[in-house]
């Protein structure tokens, strides 16, 4: 199984950018679908972003539609989330997600259960 580490997390204020990176070890990166999801204080973990896996196709959430970028390099076993255009309902802990199996599409992706590889997280603030 692969294990996840996030990095890039910080306090930003409204309107600026931070690109979170989520390093991979383990074996054949280029064999998961990774996601990204978030978590505010008293919410639920909610989707993020999703990337295929030769990173040729991506998946958002309506919320991030627009302002956040994923992409993967395989080469290097990670996949990056660049956030632009923050918002103080961006402010969340971050979290990297990886499976094998999970289908591509609108059902699966958005759900943390289709996961079974997560990192540890990263916090984003934006400030108001």
């Known amino acids: 199984q692969v294990q996840l580490v996030e990095s890039g997390g910080g306090l930003v204020q409204t309107g600026g950018s931070l690109r979170l990176s989520c390093a991979a070890s383990g074996r054949a990166f280029r064999n998961y679908v990774m996601g990204w999801f978030r978590q505010a204080p008293g919410k639920e973990r909610e989707f993020v972003a999703a990337?295929?896996?030769?990173?040729?196709?991506?998946y958002y959430a309506d919320s991030v539609k627009g302002r956040f970028t994923i992409s993967r390099d395989n080469a290097k076993n990670r996949v990056y989330l660049q956030m632009n255009s923050l918002k103080p309902e961006d402010t969340a802990v971050y979290y990297c997600?990886?499976?094998?199996?999970?289908?591509?599409?609108?059902?699966?992706?958005?759900?943390?259960?289709?996961?079974?590889?997560w990192g540890q997280g990263t916090q984003v603030t934006v400030s108001s």
């Open positions: 997600a990886a499976d094998q199996l999970v289908s591509w599409g609108a059902q699966a992706l958005p759900v943390p259960e289709s996961y079974d590889a």
């Open positions: 990337i295929n896996r030769s990173g040729s196709i991506t």
